[in-house]
């Protein structure tokens, strides 16, 4: 159903993301359950019903579904962010680390930045995805690349490629996301 031209998802999106820009994390009909949820709820609709649904649909294309899937999220909460940064890089990783750490997506940590090659690698701690999960055959976080992606290429307004190079599911100590300028 088309509401002044939006699908249902995008109002849905619009009213989250003027819930975060606002700092309103109180969600409306929550009031005994409160606004977070179980990470393993989260993990359960995130590599269960979303994951191996997708995986079963597109095979060999389902990281990159959840990969851009994150990317359209990093390039919101950027461009939520920026708007308040001052074209400060210092400032805008500040302000990322605090939302990251608000929305409970993991402490999201700059590792490197060497931006004359055009590279930065961000780690993602206590990652929100593959907490508490073991014994992976290669990286899954790729709704996290995706969104690190996302951030990265809102403020530096360059395309990008993020690539999971590390990740606590594969025992890994951190998730780390190495993000190279294009």
Same mark, same amino acid.
């Given at each position: 159903?088309?509401?002044?031209?939006?699908?249902?998802?995008?109002?849905?999106?619009?009213?989250?993301? *003027?819930?975060?820009?606002?700092?309103?994390?109180?969600?409306?009909?929550?009031?005994?359950? =409160?606004? @977070?949820?179980?990470?393993?709820?989260?993990?359960?609709?995130?590599?269960?019903?979303?994951?191996?649904?997708?995986?079963?649909?597109?095979?060999?294309?389902?990281?990159? @579904?959840?990969?851009?899937? =994150?990317?359209?999220?990093?390039?919101? @909460?950027?461009?939520?962010?920026?708007?308040?940064?001052?074209? *400060?890089? *210092?400032?805008?990783? =500040?302000?990322?680390?605090?939302?990251?750490?608000?929305?409970?997506?993991?402490?999201?940590?700059?590792?490197?930045?060497?931006?004359?090659?055009?590279?930065?690698?961000?780690?993602? *701690?206590?990652?929100?995805?593959?907490?508490?999960?073991?014994?992976?055959?290669?990286?899954?976080?790729?709704?996290?690349? +995706?969104?690190? +992606?996302?951030?990265?290429?809102?403020?530096?307004?360059?395309?990008?490629?993020?690539?999971?190079?590390?990740?606590?599911?594969?025992?890994?100590?951190?998730? @780390?996301?190495?993000?190279?300028?294009?």
């Amino acid at each position: 159903m088309l509401q002044n031209n939006k699908t249902d998802y995008q109002l849905a999106q619009q009213q989250i993301l *003027d819930g975060i820009v606002s700092g309103e994390f109180g969600i409306e009909n929550r009031n005994e359950l =409160g606004p @977070l949820i179980p990470i393993r709820l989260f993990q359960v609709l995130r590599m269960v019903a979303l994951g191996s649904n997708v995986e079963d649909i597109l095979g060999q294309g389902a990281p990159s @579904l959840v990969y851009h899937s =994150g990317q359209n999220l990093g390039l919101a @909460l950027g461009h939520i962010v920026a708007a308040t940064a001052d074209k *400060d890089l *210092d400032t805008y990783v =500040g302000k990322i680390e605090h939302l990251c750490r608000q929305l409970s997506i993991g402490l999201v940590v700059p590792d490197k930045v060497d931006l004359s090659a055009g590279v930065l690698e961000l780690r993602v *701690d206590e990652c929100v995805s593959c907490a508490g999960i073991h014994n992976v055959s290669s990286p899954i976080c790729h709704f996290e690349a +995706g969104m690190v +992606g996302g951030i990265v290429k809102s403020f530096f307004n360059r395309n990008v490629k993020a690539t999971e190079t590390k990740c606590n599911a594969l025992g890994d100590k951190t998730c @780390l996301i190495r993000v190279d300028l294009l």
